[in-house]
């Protein structure tokens, strides 16, 4: 035991304007107390501890702080009453401090050693500030006095937790400080202020601190005598296993690799060695097939080892499959000194740089759900001891795992939602109360009934982004790849006379000529198209593989003709111009579709044709906890016009880049009455309601085709945004729109009003039309 005086708090302790000195009294009435009340041979050791007390006059004023250690017997007595009977002293960390001043002046020597080499050696930074610490103090303080003068409890900590980095190995710890205010008195110097409680109790609960009783019960209306009683331990192991907890508890948090190095950091708390490496790495399954972790959880070792870079992922899956169906613990002080076959795998952390290495795999529910590598560079090492002090952590991990694997499949389902069905995040809620109504009646044994998903009173927006004549292009497409076919056919059948002249050979040729001038005639239907194709795909390629068998010498020409028959030079280059131009459009999309829903929720819906078409639904019932305004509705025709605008120039500037130069023609159906939608479950898609609605439907499906009254022009052009409506009320909100667009120079200035042709069961559509700009300069 020490007597020394030392401030724990290295000086650095605000300083606390209150009336304290340390006083044995309070400890001399407990010995009374006790000694009346204890029954066992404790009664002895309290008797003998009070006698010594009284036979000195040290319980009858005032210490010192200077003076306690003259008073070596009594404090030992003080010890020995109440120090913990089952630790020995130089396993505690136990001493006597000043009244809420951090001075102790006796304690255990493991105290003095834990609290001086810090102190001394500065080998501790506190990871909070002084301040904090006085917070911590006043709180303690005033506490105490509602506790003892008011009979007013606060719910308040008496163990404080200290958290550290050690400036030797860089890494946090954890000290618990419990303070026992048994032995201290308090003393009012004059009446006490009143309070009011229950304003307290609403404050205090409300989150506010004890700021307000700095005016209301000034420190120095008291005074406090008596001493402290303190005990400290090392909680680094609980605290770096509850940081783990929490990076677990925060879920989305998991799937960021910043969280992996807390999780990191934590575990090497655990060792105490921040030169130990760690490496986590999931077990992630697509269709129970393994497939790559997405984040490097640590060092990446593993990553490096099983990773993409040197693995593809056939063989990653039957490596990872083989190891997860015998999964093995694996540690060795030193790789390098291991040799025997079985361990060829270590070959490829040797190159890594590794020295000592544990693959310990992680279970969740007796699920592999993971492997840490716990490993040393080159330099370093360690033994199974330190393996050991990982077993706290093991559960948590496991915990961790099994969430980023529960993320990543979540990730996967959203994509698969978002890309490839109509539940979207805007419609979800409507999703997910229907499923619920079905599993409370299903869990109830009542009727089930799958509720109708639908959605009142919102407002279509539609539009289309078309290529130009596509269904032309692609005939002509064909055309010239059979054309050239059939004359690389004619040719090879004509160099084949040399070699056989036959009654076949000249019907192979007759034939080529007849579909020649088919073609030429432009008399090709379709049934003669299929005939034409069976031709050269099966007839043609028949007989040349017979030739090129009884005359070898052919063979050459034969198969330069083959490869020239399975070509399609034409249609490839047109298709290969098509998927540019609606990949361009659809990443355009996919970039927009977040930022509609800023404004205002609504649900968005883009399908393939030749080119992109799409519709939007907007409106209360798509959200109904979010005022809808008509302005949402504007903003989003505003955009629906710009965005035409910034795809014809998107498409215009893909030319360059085009085997087959196709242009792209931009067509707004404008709808201004609400219609109601819902799902279609056998078609997994929305749908127009009620017979009204449905003609708004068949308008949109007949459109795209339509020409100008009373003449041979088709409405939608290049370089041009058509808008179709059936009122003229109806497109009201878009001219302003085009106005300002013209104003800004991103439309032309003319405007055309147009009447269009009477479709089938459709008549009075009327259209405008206006020119982009920067597209009719180019």
Known sequence: MQTTILDVSGNRAQPLAIDAAISFEPFIAWLKKRIREEQTVKARLYAETLAAFEASDIGHHDIAIADTPRYTQQLEYVYACLSPAMRAEETLSWGLSFPFIPTIFYGTDQLYALMGERRANNSYEASRKPGDYHIDRLQLLYAFILQRLYNFLVPLKREQFHAGINQHTGLLEYSAVNFNTDFVSVTAKGPLPEIDMGQLYTH???????????????????????????????????????????????????????????????????????????????????????????????????????????????????????????????????????????????????????????????????????????????????????????????????????????????????????????????????????????????????????????????????????????????????????????????????????????????????????????????????????????????????????????????????????????????????????HLINGTVNQYFESEKNKLQESYPCYFEKFRTDGVEYDIYIGQSIAPDKPFHHLHLKNLRLWQLSSMVTIAGLTHGLLSQMPKELHTTQLIFVHNHPIDISFRSDERKFDVEGAYNIRYQMIKKRIDKVHIRNTEERLTQPDKIALIYSDRKDVEDYLPFIRYLQDTGVLLPELEELELEDLQGLSGLQAIRVGITLLAEK
């Open 204 to 578: 205090l609960s409300e989150g506010g601190g004890f700021e307000i009783l700095e005016e209301m019960l000034p420190l120095e209306l008291f005074s406090f005598r008596g001493f402290f009683v303190i005990m400290v331990s090392d909680v680094t192991t609980q605290k770096a296993v509850e940081n783990i907890q929490k990076v677990r508890l925060s879920r989305t948090a998991v799937v960021e690799e910043k969280s992996f190095q807390e999780v990191i950091q934590s575990l090497k708390s655990l060792v105490r060695n921040s030169k130990i490496e760690f490496d986590l790495f999931p077990f992630l399954r697509v269709n129970d097939v393994p497939v790559y972790s997405l984040e490097k959880g640590g060092t990446g070792i593993l990553f490096e080892v099983w990773g993409e870079d040197r693995l593809s992922p056939e063989e990653f899956g039957r490596q990872a499959k083989a190891f997860a169906s015998k999964p093995i613990f694996f540690f060795s002080p030193d790789i390098f000194q291991e040799t025997r076959r079985e361990y060829a795998f270590l070959e490829y952390f040797r190159n890594q740089g590794v020295k000592s290495l544990a693959l310990m795999p992680i279970f969740h529910l007796h699920e592999l759900v993971g492997i840490m590598a716990v490993h040393t560079w080159r330099e370093e090492s360690f033994d199974d001891k330190t393996l050991a002090l990982l077993e706290p952590a093991i559960g948590p991990l496991s915990q961790l795992l099994q969430i980023y694997i529960e993320e990543f499949n979540l990730e996967i389902e959203k994509v698969i939602k978002e890309k490839f069905t109509s539940i979207q995040p805007a419609v979800q809620w409507k999703f997910n109360e229907v499923a619920w109504h079905y599993l409370y009646n299903t869990k109830k044994n009542l009727p089930v009934v799958i509720q109708n998903i639908l959605f009142q009173q919102v407002y279509p927006l539609y539009g289309a982004i078309d290529i130009r004549n596509s269904t032309v292009e692609r005939n002509k497409a064909i055309i010239a790849d059979l054309d050239s076919h059939l004359s690389i056919l004619a040719a090879t059948l004509d160099s084949l006379r040399q070699y056989q002249q036959n009654d076949l050979l000249k019907q192979m040729i007759y034939h080529c000529q007849q579909w020649q001038q088919a073609l030429l005639q432009q008399q090709l239907s379709p049934t003669g198209e299929n005939e034409l194709n069976r031709f050269l795909e099966v007839d043609a390629v028949q007989y040349l593989r017979h030739i090129a068998v009884q005359h070898p010498k052919t063979s050459e020409a034969i198969d330069a003709c083959l490869q020239g028959l399975s070509g399609n030079v034409n249609k490839d280059a047109l298709e290969a111009s098509m």
